[in-house]
C-alpha cells in the first residue's frame, strides 16, 4: 500500500518567515495530494491540493509544489503569521480514488512566533 | 449548515467497557468516513458507509470494532472490550458523494477523543 512520510515532525519560524513542509510518497500511482491544517483540539480542514497533472500550486501565502519523478510535493507558507500555528498533514490518494484512499503522513506542528 | 456533528467530544472508559461514538454527516451529506489518530500520528482510515451499508471497512480492526450508518440516525463507531490501545481520536468525515478527493468536499468533525484507563 501507500506510505506517505512527513518532515520534519517539528517546525519553529519567527513571524514574517517561510515555512516549507515536505512529504514523499511510495505509490507511483497516486495522483492527488491534499494538505490539511488542525489547529489544537480541532478538526482537519483543506486547505491547499494539487494534482499530479500540475507541478505547483499557490494560493495568497500558500503554495504546493509537486515532483512526481522524485515522488515528493511541498507545502510552502510564507510571510508566516502566529495564526499559521497547528498541525499540518500531508496525504496521497491513488485512483479509482475516494477518500477511503487517502493516506496521510504524520503531521507537522509549525510554531509560529511573534 | 451545522457540519459534521461528533458526540461525545470526550469519552472516558475502563478497560473492558464498551465505547460509541456518534457522527451526524452534514446535510445533504449521505457518505460517512471514519478515522483513528493516534498521538503524534496522523489520520488513518478505518471505514467507509452509506446509508445502510459499509462500503469498505479495510482500515477497522477485524475484532471489537464495529460501524454503522442507519437509515436514520448517526453513524455510530463500536468499540467492544476496550484497551488501553484503543485511546486515540476519532474523527468522521462526510461528503456529498462517493468520493472523488480532488473535489475537495470531505468535512471533518472536531473528533472524539478517547481514553482508556
Known amino acids: 500500500g501507500e506510505n506517505v512520510e512527513q518532515h520534519p515532525s517539528t517546525l519553529s519560524v519567527q513571524e514574517g518567515d517561510s515555512a516549507v513542509i515536505k512529504c514523499t510518497y511510495s505509490d507511483s500511482a497516486s495522483n492527488y495530494f491534499p494538505w490539511y491544517k488542525q489547529e489544537l483540539g480541532k478538526r482537519p480542514q483543506l486547505i491547499i491540493d494539487i494534482r499530479s497533472n500540475v507541478g505547483e500550486k499557490k494560493d495568497q501565502r500558500i503554495a504546493v509544489t509537486l515532483n512526481k519523478t522524485a515522488k515528493h510535493f511541498s507545502l510552502h507558507i510564507t510571510e508566516t503569521q502566529p495564526e499559521d500555528s497547528a498541525v499540518y498533514f500531508c496525504?496521497?490518494?491513488?485512483?479509482?480514488?475516494?477518500?477511503?484512499?487517502?493516506?496521510f503522513g504524520k503531521g507537522t506542528m509549525l510554531l509560529v512566533s511573534p | 449548515n451545522a457540519g459534521v456533528m461528533q458526540n461525545p467530544r470526550h469519552l472516558v472508559r475502563r478497560r473492558g467497557q464498551e465505547a460509541r461514538l456518534r457522527c451526524s454527516p452534514m446535510?445533504?451529506?449521505?457518505?460517512v468516513y471514519w478515522y483513528r489518530q493516534l498521538p503524534e500520528e496522523g489520520l488513518k482510515f478505518m471505514v467507509y458507509l452509506q446509508k445502510e451499508n459499509i462500503i469498505d471497512e479495510s482500515g477497522m480492526p477485524k475484532e471489537r470494532f464495529s460501524a454503522e450508518f442507519p437509515k436514520e440516525g448517526p453513524s455510530i463507531l463500536r468499540i467492544q472490550q476496550v484497551v488501553r490501545g484503543d485511546s486515540a481520536a476519532y474523527f468522521c468525515?462526510?461528503?456529498?458523494?462517493?468520493?472523488?478527493?480532488?473535489?475537495?468536499?470531505?468535512?471533518f468533525g472536531e473528533g472524539s477523543r478517547l481514553t482508556v484507563l
Open positions: 496525504a496521497a490518494s491513488k485512483p479509482p480514488g475516494g477518500y477511503s484512499t487517502l493516506t
Open positions: 468525515a462526510s461528503s456529498p458523494r462517493s468520493g472523488n478527493p480532488s473535489t475537495g468536499e470531505l468535512f
Open positions: 446535510k445533504g451529506h449521505s457518505h
